[in-house]
């Protein structure tokens, strides 16, 4: 190892003294020998040797004396050791420089076994400060590197704790509307049997009733003039008006009747959530199927007007898609809008414009559909539209919402359909969300922007 001595004197016979008194150790690479005449010049030489081990210096010198030189370089590099030579008369501005920062001193005239003695002493202090600035600075590597590992850990430990949350809140949303399927699926087979029972006998009865008619009829042509006691039963039971009526109330019945069939079925076409295979379906059917379960929600309250409807259904082929779950994306995002539409009526006028919701439906090419759900509500502002899809993020009131409808919704859509859904709202103008399905998932096609 070479080490890096700086002379700094304004004396010219000091450098080839101290040239001849160290000449063997500059031959063995021991020592390299750096000269300055002043303390400016001496800061030059600390600027192109960034690496020197030790300086010595004269006090008195032009330019810049040897304690100012001491003091910039305490500022300028605090490991550097600075060594001052003065004669003995100088004794007071030894000390300053002492006191600046100097690690030692030398007198004049120098003796050149005094100025070995303390290079090696200096230099060996120089040594352990290096060494020690090496371990610390090591030491400090090695917490580095330990608290970024801890926090690495700390971090994907965060990240598996909330991914287990969101993925168990998730599969508990998931369980309860499987399980609204299941109570669906129920309550339509309960209802289905004495339903048909009732429809199909209808006829039967209608038949029946239509016989007794003209009986009753055919009895009056032969006998006009009845026992007194039949034409006062005639008269007080006003068979004339039952026999009129009797077929429209049978009529009444039967279209009663088939609207129940109807609401049952569209109760099972919802309760397809427990399906797990893929299958040919009419996306309609599954729309309808999720209003006739809301429609309660739909009705005119105390607080709120009823919300209005509009379907504009398009041609649509059959999708091959996961029935049950698409129910359920409809079923959150018309949840959605009915929650925004009646709270906006608690806080405008009667006069506002009627709640309204449009579905509408189209083709956008042979290999994908568009689903679009409107409402005439108050919209969403930008700042909130980047979260919307994100698990657990609501705008409800607490105990309202679970943030989890929209984040299942773009689950189902995106991963489970190779789908995109997408918000499309402004504050004031209603909120918009377009939903686009491949028609074939054997198949899927890049969507395209038009």
Known sequence: MTYKLLFVDDESDLESLITQKFRKKV???????????????????????????????????????????????????????????????DIKNIRKAMNSGAFDFLTKPIDFEDLEITINKTLAHVKQL?????????KEEALRQSEACAREKAAQLELALEELQRTQAMLIQSEKMSSLGQIVAGVAHEINNPVNFIYGNLDHVSAYIQSIIDLFELYQQCYPN?????????????????????????????????????????LRNFSRLDEAEMKQVNIHEGIDSTLVILQNRLKTKSDSPTIEIIKEYGDLPFLECYAGQLNQVFMNVLSNAIDALQEQMKELPVSYPSPCI????????????RIIIKDNGPGINNCIKGQLFQPFFTTKEPGKGTGLGLAISYQIIVEKHGGRIQCLSKPGEGAEFAIDIPVRQSARVQLKAS
Do not use: H
């Open 27 to 89: 031959r063995a690479a021991e020592y390299q020998l750096i000269f300055a005449r002043n303390g400016q010049e001496a800061l030059q030489k600390v600027q192109e040797y960034p690496d020197l081990d030790m300086v010595l210096t004269d006090i008195n010198m032009p330019i810049m004396d040897g304690l100012a030189l001491v003091a910039k370089l305490n500022d300028m590099v605090p490991t550097l050791k600075t060594v001052v030579i003065s004669a003995y008369s």
């Open 130 to 138: 290096r060494e020690n600035l090496r371990d610390r600075q090591e």
């Open 226 to 266: 009845p026992d007194p006691k039949i034409r006062a039963l005639i008269e007080e039971k006003e068979f004339d008006f039952v026999w009129e009526d009797l077929p429209k109330i049978l009529s009444s019945m039967k279209v009663g009747a088939d609207r129940i069939r109807k609401i049952v079925l569209t």
């Open 358 to 369: 449009w579905i509408s439906t189209s083709v956008l090419n042979r290999d994908w559909v």
